[in-house]
């Protein structure tokens, strides 16, 4: 069971903002936000802000004693000259009350000189409106594979956005402690880095500020860069005032103000043999940035990686560029790119298959990595295998085979409701592209009661990191879940973590929690081997007990040996460190090998569209993935069946809309449609791949977090079926990302109309 789940249902589950109340003398801060797409700021009158009752100061740029930026590229502005997107904030306001903070934003008086705005992606690739690097992905040589290929297939698709939605929106909360040390709680999945951002701003030492993050309300990559900003305005207001400051968005403000999954935009051409084997794949990958690098540069990097997806190309050249336009600065999101590049080459496969006369399930197959083969990037596919194994066991759990055949019979008979069955493969890399953040760090405690105490530098945001972290521990030290606690995540005992993403944060962080906790055995071991009367090689550690190997009745209790340990002085904590081995990734080069492995999955789905409007339902849903040997089935279980969703969310309802002004039309639940239990498939079966260890990694363990986001590529690829079997077989079904009901009936009447064409062709 998640270790906060009864706080989680309960409701007695403590988040930042809740902190606050502890808090004697808070203030509260409110952004002004611009109401332009882009413009300068010619003036700005805070003084009719500080007459409204409560208000006690505006923060703006002059009031930034070290670096006015809150990005890590430095191009992130803190209180912006030139706004940037619509609802960018200007100046923040602290008063005695979110109202009265609220009151005295509206007061303030801006001036603004408008400038012209790039709102669409298709403005910024005419007006080349880039930022970043332009990275290439080359093997082979793509002219060569187009040579070799008998049918070549040209086209262009489209990937939209996707708000998080974590239930929890951005907050933090700064005060100066006892001793004058700035101390925040941020809603971050990377302290260390908001630690930093915050000293750069204030002009501080890492050492002078310290992040703590007890838990997240759901972060899906969009806390990982996006809180600094937010934690540097509570922090500059807490120096300046002496009084702690309380931020948090409102949901209208977390949307309007925080960047979103990137929207990707892609030209290719594609070649295949006789057989169906891919021969060639040649694609220009456009991102939507936004208005500041963050994390687009990385995210562009994965899509690059992912690209290939479960499938051998023997020829490829893949550009890649990040468009900068006025609009949120576009970040992490699960998967972090990987779904955007796997979805050109599935909606390229799901989109030929017809036109090579195969099912789309069978020319995916025959594309498969085999064993000793490798990526584009020149990675060795290790386990390839397992995505021969997947797919033939999920054919067959999930009856593939028959239920096609009664979908052909229930299609036939009823014109005006169709049903699609789609199976689709995922291969996803884990570790962080950037090398550096493949380490970690933990401390263990060990008290003389034999209680253990564990920090590490992972954070957790529903994902249930922290309980496998005490699973390890506990293990490791062999004693029971019972007897592990484990502290909030703080900058000021583990220092210099990554962020928890790249779904590595277990591996990372166990890794490190395991390797502490084995230096505290070694020494128990020394200490037990004394008393037991045996090699400290031959001590077992289990269930709170301690023997020989061999021998459990001569054991003696976990709680004694430290006891005797202590008084023998013994060491009885540790800091444990990990570091992935075998890493190393040329980022100008797109080559290397950046991934420790490759986590697989596959699902099934089935999909009932109505010709008439277009929706659709789920009628099944069959999931089967790879996490190896898992560290808590459960909590992987909830992951997979979590990220599924998540992802069908994404490319069936989500759809974010930008007014021509450049302003988010859909700015709350009302008009963002998120799924929820009703658009849950109605038969959902989700299994583990077993007999699936390992190697190399914490208790043979893989990582679970993002990878399942992309099984959900089955469903659209379902819709795909549906709506093509409205025409005549044979031809290329084009579909819409977000496939929304209208965007699916758009896709039937295309269908329909094939099928008229081919009737009129006859008369
Ligand atoms: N699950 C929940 N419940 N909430 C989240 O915010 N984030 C996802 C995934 N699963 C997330 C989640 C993302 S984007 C990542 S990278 C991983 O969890 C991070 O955690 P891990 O590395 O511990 O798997
Ligand atoms: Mo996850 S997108 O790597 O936080």
């Known amino acids: 069971m998640h270790e906060s789940a009864e706080l989680h249902v309960s409701g007695a589950a403590l988040y930042t903002d809740d902190l606050g109340v502890r808090l004697h003398n808070l203030l509260h801060a409110w952004p002004l936000q611009a109401p332009h797409a882009h413009a300068r ?41 030139e706004v940037m997107f619509y609802g960018q904030a200007v100046c923040w306001v602290l008063a005695d009350s979110a109202d009265a903070a609220r009151r005295g934003a509206d007061a303030v008086e801006v001036e603004y000189q408008e400038l012209p705005a790039i709102l669409t992606m298709q403005d910024a690739i005419a007006t080349e409106s880039f930022q970043g690097s332009q990275p290439v992905l080359r093997r082979g040589d793509v002219r060569l594979g187009f040579e070799q290929a008998i049918h070549i297939y040209e086209g262009e698709f489209e990937s939209g956005g996707q708000e998080h939605f974590y239930l929890e929106t951005n907050a933090a909360l700064a005060h100066l402690d006892e ?37 997240v309300g759901g972060g899906f990559g969009g806390k990982e860069m996006q809180p600094h900003g937010f934690a540097a305005v509570a922090a500059l207001g807490a ?24 929207p990707f935009h892609s030209k290719w051409k594609v070649g295949f043999d006789a057989d169906g084997r891919l021969t060639a794949l040649q694609a220009t990958l456009s991102s939507d940035g936004g208005w500041s690098l963050d994390l687009s540069e990385p995210v562009l990097a994965r899509a690059l990686c992912h690209i290939d997806n479960a499938y051998f190309i023997p020829h490829v050249e893949v550009q890649g560029r990040v468009c900068k336009t006025h609009k949120t600065s576009q970040t992490a999101f699960r998967g972090f790119g990987g779904p955007q590049g796997m979805l050109v080459i599935e909606d390229i496969l799901g989109r030929c298959a017809p036109l090579l006369g195969l099912d789309a399930h069978e020319l995916r197959r025959r ?34 085979a028959a239920r096609q055949a009664e979908i052909e019979v229930f299609n036939a008979a009823h014109p005006h409701t169709k049903r699609g069955l789609a199976i689709t493969p995922v291969k996803f890399g884990i570790s962080f592209n950037f090398t550096a953040y493949n380490q970690a760090g933990a401390l263990v405690h060990v008290y003389k009661d034999g209680s253990v105490l564990i920090n590490h530098g992972g954070t957790e945001m529903g994902q249930g990191l922290h309980t496998k972290m005490m699973q390890v521990a506990a293990t490791a030290l062999g004693v029971p879940l019972k007897c592990v606690r484990l502290a909030p995540t703080r900058t000021d005992k583990v220092p210099n973590t990554s962020a ?19 230096q505290i055995k070694a020494r128990l071991a020394e200490v037990a081997a004394g008393s037991l009367g045996v090699h400290p090689d031959d001590v077992r550690f289990e269930n709170g007990r301690v023997f020989p190997m061999g021998h459990p009745d001569r054991s003696m209790d976990f709680a004694k040996l430290v006891h005797d340990a202590y008084h023998l002085r013994t060491q009885l904590w540790a800091a444990g460190y990990y570091r992935t081995p075998g890493l190393h990734w040329d980022r100008e080069n797109v080559q290397g090998e950046p991934f420790k492995y490759f986590s697989y ?9 109505d010709g008439f409007t277009g929706a659709y339902r789920q009628l099944r849903a069959d999931l089967l993935h790879d996490v190896g040997d898992s560290l808590s089935p459960l909590i992987d279980l909830g992951q997979v069946e979590g990220g599924y969703v998540q992802g069908a969310g994404w490319m069936t309802l989500e759809e974010l809309h930008w007014d021509k002004a450049g302003r988010l039309a859909t700015q709350s639940a009302s008009t963002y449609k998120l799924p929820s239990f009703s658009e849950m498939p109605e038969i959902f079966n989700a299994a583990l791949l077993e007999e699936a260890t390992e190697s190399g990694v914490v208790y043979g363990s893989k990582a679970v977090g993002e990878p399942p986001l992309m099984l959900a590529i089955s469903v659209r690829e379902a819709l795909r079926q549906a709506a093509a079997t409205f025409g005549p077989s044979g031809r290329a079904q084009e579909l819409a990302l977000p496939a929304t009901p209208e965007a699916v009936y758009w896709a039937i009447e295309a269908a329909r109309q094939a099928a008229g064409q081919v009737v009129a062709a006859d008369d």
């Open 239 to 262: 120096v300046l005032t002496g009084r702690p400051v309380r931020l948090r968005l409102n949901r209208t403000q977390d949307l309007t103000m925080t960047g979103k999954r990137h």
């Open 601 to 609: 999955g596959a699902a099934i789905c089935e999909m009932e569209v």
């Open 41 to 81: 700021v010619v003036s700005m009158d805070t003084a009719p802000a500080l007459t409204v009752p409560g208000v006690v100061r505006v923060l703006t740029a002059a009031d930034v004693p070290g670096v006015n930026d809150s990005g890590v590229k430095h191009d992130e502005p803190l209180f912006p000259e």
């Open 367 to 400: 594309n498969f990595y085999a064993p000793g083969e490798a990526t584009p990037y020149g990675q060795p596919v290790r386990h390839a295998e397992r995505l021969h194994t997947i797919w033939t066991q999920l054919l067959e759990r999930g009856d593939f």
């Open 500 to 518: 928890t993403a790249a779904s590595s944060g277990a591996d990372l962080n166990g890794g490190a929690i395991k390797n502490a906790c084995d």
């Open 179 to 215: 001793s004058g040390q700035l101390f925040i709680q941020s809603s971050t999945q990377h302290p260390t880095e908001t630690q930093e951002i915050v000293a750069h701003v204030l002009g501080l030492t890492s050492s002078q500020v310290t992040v703590q993050c007890l838990r």
